[in-house]
């Protein structure tokens, strides 16, 4: 994977003048382009979408310092109005391409990304493939914002809002893996922005047959193969080092990669303040 995430930085670095079909390069790098975006976004700390606005401000920048009408620049970059660039380069440089040009600057220059992949081997991973056949995720369900690190207080609220006795209730409903209750991911930006909103659902899973109380949402789930991470604890931090290091570690080192679906968390046991906890991280893969 990192090669193949080279090999697109080199074709955007190739074409950023010109429209860039990400979904183009990832097939031509013999991936998807969901498994790209997340990857990218995991290792590089950003979208690409945000990287290639970056890269192309970062050399707008230096026409800037050139005698081209500001339009020309404009266009030359993938825009089709002087407004429209002077708000993509101010959300890059903090300042007006005009300051730019009479100031010289200042820049905030985004380098030319290269990946490289050190494996040192200090973070064992206890980690399961399997297939399942079709499921279903039923419980209570709320969009909240993506956060990247520490505790998603909107989730924290959403699940603080559930009833004691509803936990209970949800519990006794599950019928299959993952056991016991979860806490799932889905609708989830592909590029994994901060912020971005996703569907949050506090359940089980349950057998496709099983007849849903009305009162609960339900997400249904494909059959397909899961990667299950096993990690222990101080949580939530245990669990978004884990995924941090199936980016870093687990893919670019086995032939599995993302495809759409939910991401599932199975708190397997606990503390009773809930700071450590062993967990089950499910994340949907194919075949690479």
């Known amino acids: 994977m990192i ?4 090999r697109v930085l080199e074709q ?27 990857m990218f976004s995991s290792l590089a700390g950003m979208p690409l979408s945000e990287y290639i606005r970056r890269r192309r401000m970062t050399l707008a920048a230096a026409d800037l310092l050139g005698t081209d009408d500001l339009l ?13 660039f002077t708000r993509a380069f101010r959300s890059v ?25 050190t494996v040192e081997g200090i973070t064992p991973m206890d980690t399961r493939i399997t297939d399942r056949p079709s499921f279903r995720l039923i419980g209570h369900a709320a969009r909240v914002p993506l956060i990247h690190e520490g505790v998603n207080p909107h989730i924290q609220a959403h699940i603080a809002g559930i009833p004691v006795a509803e936990h209970a209730r949800l519990k006794a409903l599950g019928t299959t893996e993952p056991t016991g209750l979860l806490q799932v991911s889905a609708d989830v930006d592909p590029d994994y922005t901060e912020g971005s909103e996703l569907t949050y659902l506090h359940g089980v899973a349950v057998d496709d047959e099983l007849d849903v109380p009305a009162d609960l949402d339900i997400i249904d789930v494909p059959a397909g193969a899961w990667a299950v991470f096993t990690a222990s604890g101080a949580f939530p931090d245990v669990l978004q080092e884990t995924w941090a290091t199936t980016a870093t570690e687990w893919f670019p080192s086995n032939p599995w990669r993302l495809r759409p679906g939910p991401s599932i968390v199975s708190i397997l046991d606990r503390s009773d303040d809930f700071r450590t906890a062993t967990c089950e991280l499910w994340l949907p893969v194919e075949r690479d």
Do not use: C
């Not at 190739?14 to 990832?26: C, P």
């Not at 020309?72 to 429209?84: C, K, L, M, Q």
């Open 93 to 117: 440089h903090r300042a007006s391409p005009m300051d730019v040009r009479r100031r010289g600057g200042p820049f905030r220059t985004q380098p030319h990304l290269r990946f490289r992949l």
């Open 3 to 6: 090669g193949s995430l080279n």
């Open 12 to 38: 955007v670095e190739t074409h950023l003048s010109e429209r860039i079909d990400v979904a183009a390069l990832a097939k031509e790098v013999g991936t998807t382009e969901y498994h790209l975006r997340r």
């Open 72 to 84: 020309d620049i404009a266009v030359r970059w993938g825009y089709g109005s002087t407004e429209a």
